[in-house]
């Protein structure tokens, strides 16, 4: 299970994030009412996809004692009227064969935040 806690103050749009012992803020930028103080919301998911995917694969390869030294994982998102998409981009550095990268790309269409993004999220919000 994961949890994290937001808080904001009177500060646009400043927010304080609180995950385990972990303190992150984010924000939005100055063009949009914000101090640009920390990351916007949408950056932090594309971080959160790109951080699956790079741990998921190191997970895997070291399972296969494949010789993947590093991974890298750009994550765009963008939205054209009602549809959004994001585009993640591998790179693999490694003496990998082609079988073995292709066996990687795949592994990436199934980490948890891949799937959690591609079937959706039942969301309930509670009033306290």
Same mark, same amino acid.
């Given at each position: 299970?994961?949890?994290?806690t937001a808080r904001l103050g009177t500060v646009n749009y400043a927010v304080a994030l609180?995950?385990?012992?972990?303190?992150?803020?984010?924000? *939005?930028? @100055?063009?949009?009412?914000?101090?640009?103080?920390?990351?916007?919301?949408?950056?932090?998911?594309?971080?959160?996809?790109?951080?699956?995917?790079? @741990?998921?694969?190191?997970?895997?390869?070291?399972?296969?004692?494949?010789?993947?030294?590093?991974?890298?994982?750009?994550?765009?998102?963008?939205?054209e009227g009602a549809e959004r998409t994001m585009l993640r981009r591998l790179r693999l550095?490694?003496?990998?064969?082609? *079988?073995?990268?292709?066996?990687?790309?795949? @592994?990436?269409?199934?980490?948890?935040?891949?799937?959690?993004?591609?079937?959706?999220?039942? @969301?309930?919000?509670?009033?306290?």
């Amino acid at each position: 299970m994961a949890h994290a806690t937001a808080r904001l103050g009177t500060v646009n749009y400043a927010v304080a994030l609180t995950m385990r012992h972990h303190l992150l803020s984010a924000d *939005e930028p @100055i063009e949009r009412g914000g101090q640009d103080a920390g990351p916007t919301p949408s950056e932090m998911l594309c971080a959160a996809l790109a951080a699956c995917t790079a @741990i998921t694969l190191r997970m895997y390869a070291q399972r296969k004692e494949w010789a993947l030294r590093e991974t890298q994982v750009d994550v765009d998102s963008r939205t054209e009227g009602a549809e959004r998409t994001m585009l993640r981009r591998l790179r693999l550095e490694g003496e990998l064969d082609s *079988e073995q990268r292709a066996r990687l790309a795949d @592994i990436a269409e199934r980490t948890p935040v891949t799937l959690t993004l591609k079937q959706g999220v039942r @969301i309930t919000t509670v009033l306290e």
